[in-house]
DNA sequence: TTGTATGCGTTATCAC
DNA sequence: GTGATAACGCATACAA
């Protein structure tokens, strides 16, 4: 009916409606913008003026469309609220914005088909870089990333896999930081050790080979009542732990998937009056901010999360400032920390400063 | 020299790929892509199979673009390293997800010129709706977010500020919350309360007030010495107890910021060798995952920050689709949780037993 | 130094 | 039902 535009919706300025009010050209206000050169001063300044005066805001939509180069990256996390992943992303976060990057943040919940999803979405928006932080096998996942690999798109994938030769594998060598785990339990002393295991990410499997080498290594046997299924969270150290405590021998030790594990196994015991770690010594995963707060203070292996998102983000800013760029291994060291929840086994003293001796521990 | 394209990168398939395998024209294509009607069934079999057959992805930046509305919606957080805002970044991407919105995460820092350049950036990234969980008083923050909402993007504000009548308001009464908190510990009968005061965001105001509100109507004096500066980190706790042991009469109760600034105080106290809640009671705010966890588990002002960020996003989409609906507040109520962190004073009985009777408490 | 023409990949409005 | 044409806002190559 009305050819009265809606009066709900204000048109935003172009270039061409600041080109126009300069009385320039369209390119000559696209080229003041993008700092380039063969303007002369005065032009400059009107142009500024005018865009000062209209408002204008370059629309990044058309400019990436255009330019075929985008300022967005993709991240995706197994879930924002495990307190691992806000450290990683903050770390990626701040090289992004550093950079003019923005971040597409997706939660996976270590679901594949939920992967899957954010990823034929992320390729969609046309994304500058992307970075996996919850990669599981699948086979359609790992053809999305290689498709995106292979158009040019730089691809860092947290934990060790190499998923096509250009990918970025940022790790923390989980394998060696499980086995330091059962080290330092086997150290204290403890042979019935209970596990509250990962959920099978790439990061979870690695850590878990990691405690079972240990075993190996250590002359454990490995019993399936004393490996729980468990994941990531709170919830599952609440119910692995009770698994674990039903058993005719309880184990004296436990081994949890990660801190928040260790802190929910922990306070169900103390919940059931059982003390950490006079009676049951646990040790966590991946030194979060809380474990150093709770009490008892979680013994955990460490990694540098935040310096894991800064390498993360930095290998995908090289990558696009420079095509040519292969994939690349970036390791870093786990590092055990103890604190107070693992303790000596003390049944058995005898026993205990026998393999002192053989491990040459005063 | 050589006319041989990069080798590198290759092209995506577009429309006009899809169109051409087939033999139609391009918006026969868009229109199967769309769901639109009008096409019949033989074709729209043949198209879908070129477009599996090419690996087409459609290009949401030309298609937004193009139909002037884009998918993404931009929040930003003061840090999301606090426990607090993951958990309400997960409602907010629950419910985008759910309707094919992505998000874009930055933190602030509580940074207004951090705020004011990711707004900046927002703004030029076209966004179809912003979730503001940091908004602190600023003249040009104000100017940008006005801005946005005039140019009809739907706009949701953390904390009890209008400022614009279409802004959507979700707070939960962080006042009363703070009140709550005073009252509670009057209760339990301690009159020589200390403060770590919250950050001058809008909801750090906010709650201080309550807090302030609190001591007024339980006649209880405001001292500067007992009120210390702080934030919402856990240095903020521990710094904060610090100055508040250093007084010649230490406070026998401590209202914290938030629960992050409850927990470092309370384990600075423990490093010192003081107990909580027998020699102090602390009382947090949030009730974060880990308030529970914690040894002493906090007592402290629950609110329902997951359903929060649900709502907010809610908000957005139903202003999305009807750019009519005005502003709105939604209030959610704070809830006091009593666990261990709070003990009854004890140093003068007979106090506490009258102020019990005064209150009418059995 | 500045202007002209063209296209990025998509959607919208018309005819046919 | 389908196809031609224009436009979204910007950047690039080239000519002037």
């Known amino acids: 009916m009305s050819t009265v535009p809606p009066p709900t919706v204000l048109a935003r300025a172009t270039l061409f409606d600041v080109a126009r009010l300069v009385g320039v050209s369209i390119q000559t206000v696209s080229a003041v913008i993008n700092d380039k050169p063969g303007i002369s001063e005065p032009t400059r300044v009107r ?25 967005t990256i993709g991240v995706i996390v197994p879930s924002i609220t495990n307190p691992y992943f806000p450290e990683f992303v903050r770390g990626v976060e701040d090289v992004a914005h550093e950079h003019g990057f923005s971040l597409f943040l997706c939660n996976s919940d270590n679901q594949s088909d939920k992967e899957l999803a954010y990823l034929q979405l992320l390729r969609r928006h046309a994304i500058a870089g992307f970075i996996d932080a919850c990669y599981m096998e699948n086979s359609r996942c790992r053809e999305t990333l290689v498709d995106l690999i292979e158009h040019g798109v730089p691809v860092v994938v947290l934990g060790n896999v190499r998923i096509h030769p250009k990918t970025v594998v940022v790790d923390s060598k989980n394998k060696q930081g499980g086995y330091a785990a059962v080290a330092h339990l086997v150290e204290m002393g403890h042979r019935r050790i209970g596990v509250i295991k990962p959920p099978p990410t ?20 490995i019993i399936d009542q004393y490996w729980v299924e468990g994941g990531f969270d709170v919830s599952h150290g609440e119910a692995g732990i009770k698994r ?37 010594s646990i040790i966590g995963y991946d030194n979060i901010r809380m474990a150093e707060l709770y009490d008892p203070a979680l013994t955990t292996i460490a990694q540098p999360v935040y310096q894991m998102g800064v390498t993360a983000m930095r290998a995908i800013i090289r990558r696009i400032d420079d095509r040519s760029l ?15 929840s693992t ?5 058995n003293r005898k026993a205990r400063r026998l393999i002192r001796r053989e491990q040459g521990i005063a």
Chains 1, 2 share one sequence.
Request: hydrophobic share 45%; proline share 8%.
């Open 47 to 71: 142009v500024r003026q005018a865009i000062d005066q209209l408002n204008y805001h370059p629309n990044i939509l058309a400019s990436s469309l255009r330019a075929r180069k985008s300022f």
């Open 202 to 221: 790439i990061v979870g499997l690695d850590r878990l080979s990691g405690f079972q080498l240990g075993f190996h290594d250590h002359g454990l046997p």
């Open 244 to 280: 674990l405590l039903e058993l005719p021998h309880p184990p004296t030790a436990v081994i949890a998937a990660n801190d928040l594990v260790a802190m929910g196994a922990a306070t169900a015991l103390r919940q059931m009056g059982k003390r950490v770690p006079e009676d049951i």
């Open 326 to 340: 292969g994939g690349a291994k970036r390791d870093f060291n786990p590092r055990l920390i103890i604190r107070a």
């Open 343 to 347: 303790l000596p086994l003390r049944r």
